[in-house]
């Protein structure tokens, strides 16, 4: 039962370079999400999906898009990279959009350093 | 969401039962409390929640004061596979569309280490 799957684990881009970043969730979740972590903080949501075919902007959105390409899939594309964006990006999944006792279940990260 | 506040640091003895508290002082009638936990280079891991009944599952125990002011995480025997930042997470319900929805607001944590 993998849960959620990022891709890649790990990245190194020079600054101006684009990429995406995969998650994809085996649990027919409703909502996914993107965050990232920086060191020594907690983390800090960039965008969301409450449900298949919507997307909306977290707290830090600025230099990111995304795209929910199906229920089990959400990714995040970086198009011109900084290396203010290096950081440890964590996609998540829960179930039931809206409802607040629901659980959200996280991937091991995307390890990203921009030069 | 309201605010929580938890030691930096704990640590325990293998085998023995780990209590980890979190004030959450200003929290209100319809905000849960979360617990979770980040072991190094992982993602974060749920481990509990609850909105005023003690709660207990396969991996802890949350026990809520009477007036929801305060928690404590109970890990029964911890293993040193317990060693990890864990945190206390208060969050009420937001409709889809706010910017706060979704969003855990994860603080520094307690990071518990657990000695053999």
């Known amino acids: 039962n993998a849960g959620v799957t990022q891709t890649p684990k790990f990245q190194v881009l020079k600054t101006g370079q684009s990429m995406t970043l995969q998650c994809a969730q085996d649990m027919n979740h409703n909502s996914m999400y993107w965050y990232r972590q920086d060191p020594g903080m907690g983390l800090r949501l960039i965008y969301y999906s409450a449900s298949e075919g919507t997307t909306d902007k977290g707290e830090v959105p600025n230099g990111y898009n995304v795209s929910r390409l199906n229920k089990r899939e959400f990714s995040l594309r970086l198009e011109s990279a900084a290396p203010s964006q290096t950081s440890v990006y964590f996609c998540?999944?829960?179930?039931?959009?809206?409802?607040?006792?629901?659980?959200?279940?996280f991937g091991d990260g995307t390890r990203l350093s921009i030069l | 969401d309201a605010k929580t506040t938890q030691p930096p640091s704990m640590d325990c003895a293998e085998g023995r039962a780990a209590n980890l508290p979190c004030n959450h002082s200003?929290?209100?009638?319809?905000?849960?409390v979360y617990w979770y936990r980040q072991i190094h280079s992982q993602g974060p891991q749920y481990i509990i929640h609850?909105?005023?009944n003690n709660e207990t599952n396969e991996m802890a125990s949350l026990i809520i004061t009477e007036d929801r002011k305060s928690s404590t995480l109970i890990l029964p025997h911890a293993t040193l596979r317990d060693t990890a930042v864990y945190y206390c997470?208060?969050?009420?319900?937001?409709?889809?569309?706010?910017?706060?929805?979704?969003?855990?607001?994860f603080g520094q944590g307690t990071i518990l280490t657990v000695h053999p």
């Open positions: 609850g909105l005023k």
């Open positions: 998540a999944s829960s179930d039931m959009p809206g409802q607040i006792n629901q659980p959200q279940h």
């Open positions: 200003t929290i209100s009638g319809n905000e849960y």
């Open positions: 997470i208060v969050r009420a319900f937001t409709n889809a569309g706010g910017t706060s929805y979704g969003k855990l607001t």
